[in-house]
């Protein structure tokens, strides 16, 4: 039990370090008492005394760390339990797949990060503390203490190298102390010969770890690195959320951006609303009570539909969420809900983001919208729901002479007159509905069905470009055919505003999600009707071929959906024309995926990291120093006795010397061994003949003055040929594991000594 005690003492300042070194690129700290939980652990598995009960000890400690970490269970089922013995890998493909989620994220993120918005990267630090201290703990319980201080270099070294100036120096120091507390608790008492080798292998290190972080950049910056599956460069698709009608360019390759789990097809998943109409285009709004006016039902519990969305490589600020998003949730982070169905990321969306969309899906009919009255709350008209430009609204649908009082709107307003033949339109194909609901059913069909339009990425401008999309080319895309919709149904007094995000998704039945990708990003029309709050209407034509070209009737609405499902050709929207073919939406964008603003910083950037190859560079000086400082000591052990005057001293030197090179090889019988037997054992073992070395020796020793002399220069002699022939007789592995191993530097040495001392006091 005192070994184990003594373990522990000895790897608890490393597990400390590596403790500290991970936790410390989170900010806020929020995993500091798991982190310092599952280090304990790790560390009390050390205290097992016998190594088959240790290797169960850290089994179990195994499954309890990767249930804190992970949040998965890897206990079997009860067999009580539905479904029991099916699927007991899942717990593992859970667990493996959050690693690789998290790990991934290191590549995007910058650090030091948010736990509460990537709990994926907090899995990964609590498992890499978990991992690497209790793997320090058995190697030290082991004795294999080359072993458990490298593993001390690199848990606590990789992400060190990270830091900033000043914490690289100080994760450097902390290092080294722990090393040399490693290296002195599991060896022998004297310490200055342990701290020698420690000195030289880990202060290395230290300074390596230092100097690269004190010279303002990393060691290892993760977005240098391009590994297997690493997540794709973030999208930006802030072009849609506020329209533009210059042209779409298509990216050859599509993005996944969001991947959603639900048990419902997620018809729409909603980013924003654009409620202003201003300068020709529609415009993101201000924050409005308008913007989240739904029915009571809409908040209740059983009423809601989760979906749970992981973001892949969307850039931006703004969370996504079903048809009639209600609220958001994500763990621990701090979201910003400005109204109700609306959330951002204040610092911005980062790939492995998780969050939680819950939805509201309407079970409603067209005869039961059909009834819905056109009574409008003063929150509509007030918050510019029925808005047509320069701060002017037209009259609601169903008030008293709607017709002449738009035209006096008109009349008194020029700056309305482009939109007259918008209005006239509006009026000829849905003015003689009797309903709100039979207006927008009338338009959506006139858009997707009888009124001649087609889709077109870029079609020709008539400025403005609604009311020459309409009026004229009857050609466009999707921002073009909700802009003109809604703007002409609130022409006819309905409250009306585009909705942006995203259509479809293609299914995974693998793994049993829905992934959306930038070419789904779309933009549709909601509608408000009273009982049933915003529901979606899409006037945008399917073309044939695409996935979604198999469309539900205009005429008629889906029981979950009033509105017409459709999609936009060839998949979904693109990027702005702007005069010249783009490729990139967000040019500016780096390898994080986000501007220093959305990012949540200001301050410099990063300068790039040391390349892979540079960095095994780095990793292979670093061996050769630890290498080199273990052959250093050696020696440095050794000279002072070959230059000693003494005979009887030099013989002694000479004696230690072989027996050093024995006990590396594994011979620990040497260490006890008198002259003569230490010859045997060399011959015994390395087929070597030692007489010459062995009887020079002994002269050296024990024979008085004018022999012992001359006997001693001839013991130097002899055991230079000696050391030679058993190198001859060894393997170049068999060599370089002598030339590494620390046992004649640690327990062999004492013995040793004693050895020397009785031989001495028998003489």
């Known amino acids: 039990m005192r070994s184990a005690v003594r373990t522990c003492a000895a790897a608890a300042p490393g597990a400390a370090v590596i403790a500290f070194a991970w936790l410390r690129l989170e900010r806020p700290e929020s995993g500091l008492w798991r982190g310092a939980a599952l280090a304990g652990l790790a560390v009390a598995v050390g205290l097992v005394p016998r190594a088959w009960w240790r290797a169960a000890a850290g089994a179990s400690a195994t499954v309890f760390a990767v249930w804190v970490a992970f949040g998965v269970s890897l206990l079997p089922p009860s067999p009580l339990d539905p479904g029991a013995g099916f699927g007991l890998g899942a717990p593992f493909h859970a667990a493996w797949e959050r690693f690789v989620n998290g790990f991934l994220a290191f590549y995007s993120v910058p650090l030091p990060f948010d736990a509460g918005l990537h709990a994926g990267m907090e899995s990964v630090v609590l498992g890499a503390v978990f991992a690497f201290v209790l793997l320090l703990v058995v190697l030290a319980a082991a004795r294999r203490t080359l072993a458990a201080a490298v593993v001390l270099v690199v848990g606590a070294g990789w992400p060190?190298?990270?830091?900033?100036?000043?914490?690289?120096?100080?994760?450097?120091?902390?290092?080294?102390?722990?090393?040399?507390?490693?290296?002195?608790?599991?060896?022998?008492?004297?310490?200055?010969?342990?701290?020698?080798?420690?000195?030289?292998?880990?202060?290395?290190?230290?300074?390596?770890?230092?100097?690269?972080?004190?010279?303002?950049?990393?060691?290892?910056?993760?977005?240098?690195?391009?590994?297997?599956?690493?997540?794709?460069?973030?999208?930006?698709?802030?072009?849609?959320?506020?329209?533009?009608?210059?042209?779409?360019?298509?990216?050859?390759?599509?993005?996944?951006?969001?991947?959603?789990?639900?048990?419902r097809r997620?018809?729409?998943?909603?980013?924003?609303?654009?409620?202003?109409?201003?300068?020709?285009?529609?415009?993101?709004?201000?924050?409005?009570?308008?913007?989240?006016?739904?029915?009571?039902?809409?908040?209740?519990?059983?009423?809601?539909?989760?979906?749970?969305?992981?973001?892949?490589?969307?850039?931006g600020t703004r969370l996504a969420g079903g048809s009639i998003p209600i609220r958001f949730t994500a763990g621990t982070a701090l979201l910003d809900a400005p109204a109700s169905g609306f959330a951002l990321v204040p610092f911005g969306l980062t790939p492995g983001f998780r969050y939680t969309a819950w939805s509201w899906t309407p079970q409603v009919s067209a005869a039961e919208l059909r009834s819905s009255p056109p009574d409008y709350p003063a929150e509509l008209v007030t918050g510019g729901m029925l808005g047509v430009g320069d701060g002017l609204s037209a009259p609601g649908f169903g008030a008293p002479e709607r017709a002449a009082r738009l035209g006096r709107l008109f009349a008194r307003n020029r700056a309305l007159d482009p939109y007259r033949p918008l209005a006239r339109l509006a009026e000829q194909v849905g003015g003689r509905a009797g309903t709100p609901y039979g207006a927008v059913v009338d338009l959506e069909r006139w858009f997707r069905v009888t009124g001649g339009f087609g889709y077109s990425d870029h079609p020709p401008v008539i400025d403005p470009p609604l009311v020459g999309f309409v009026t004229r080319t009857r050609a466009g895309y999707c921002q073009y055919f909700a802009g003109a919709m809604a703007l002409m149904l609130r022409y006819l007094g309905v409250p009306a505003r585009v909705a942006v995000g995203f259509s479809g998704g293609t299914y995974d039945a693998k793994n049993g999600v829905w992934d959306v990708t930038d070419h789904d990003a779309h933009a549709w029309v909601e509608a408000w009707f009273r009982g049933y709050g915003w529901l979606p209407f899409d006037p945008t034509p399917a073309v044939p071929g695409s996935a979604l070209a198999q469309s539900l009737p205009v005429s008629s609405a889906s029981p979950a959906t009033p509105g017409v499902s459709g999609r936009l050709p060839r998949g979904g929207t693109a990027t702005p024309r702007t005069g010249k073919t783009t490729r990139n939406a967000a040019p500016a964008l780096g390898r994080h995926g986000l501007g220093r603003a959305a990012a949540g910083g200001g301050g410099p950037e990063p300068a790039p990291g040391v390349g892979a190859p540079l960095v095994l560079v780095i990793l292979l000086a670093v061996v050769g120093a630890i290498v080199g400082g273990i052959a250093a000591t050696k020696l440095a052990v050794k000279l002072p006795g070959r230059r000693a005057g003494d005979p009887r001293r030099v013989a002694a030197a000479c004696r230690e010397e072989l027996v050093a090179f024995l006990v590396d090889q594994q011979l620990d019988a040497a260490g006890g061994?008198?002259?003569?037997?230490?010859?045997?054992?060399?011959?015994?073992?390395?087929?070597?003949?030692?007489?010459?070395?062995?009887?020079?020796?002994?002269?050296?020793?024990?024979?008085?003055?004018?022999?012992?002399?001359?006997?001693?220069?001839?013991?130097?002699?002899?055991?230079?040929?000696?050391?030679?022939?058993?190198?001859?007789?060894?393997?170049?592995?068999?060599?370089?594991?002598?030339?590494?191993?620390?046992?004649?530097?640690?327990g062999a040495r004492a013995t040793v000594d004693a050895s020397a001392s009785l031989e001495g006091a028998g003489s």
């Open 160 to 263: 060190a190298t990270l830091f900033d100036p000043a914490r690289g120096v100080v994760v450097g120091t902390a290092i080294l102390v722990a090393g040399l507390a490693l290296l002195a608790g599991l060896g022998a008492r004297r310490v200055p010969l342990l701290a020698a080798p420690a000195s030289v292998a880990v202060a290395l290190v230290a300074l390596g770890i230092g100097s690269a972080t004190a010279a303002g950049r990393a060691l290892v910056h993760w977005e240098s690195w391009d590994p297997a599956g690493a997540p794709a460069t973030p999208v930006d698709l802030s072009f849609v959320w506020d329209a533009q009608y210059l042209g779409l360019d298509w990216p050859k390759k599509q993005t996944v951006v969001l991947e959603v789990r639900t048990r």
């Open 673 to 746: 061994a008198t002259l003569q037997e230490l010859g045997q054992v060399a011959r015994r073992h390395l087929a070597i003949e030692p007489e010459a070395f062995v009887a020079a020796a002994t002269v050296a020793r024990f024979a008085p003055a004018e022999r012992a002399g001359p006997a001693a220069r001839e013991a130097r002699r002899e055991l230079r040929a000696l050391l030679a022939d058993a190198r001859r007789s060894l393997s170049r592995r068999e060599r370089f594991l002598g030339l590494l191993s620390l046992r004649s530097l640690l």
């Open 266 to 315: 997620p018809r729409y998943l909603r980013v924003a609303v654009l409620d202003d109409f201003s300068e020709d285009a529609w415009r993101l709004g201000a924050a409005r009570p308008a913007d989240a006016l739904e029915p009571p039902a809409a908040v209740r519990p059983r009423n809601e539909t989760p979906e749970h969305v992981t973001v892949e490589a969307l850039a």
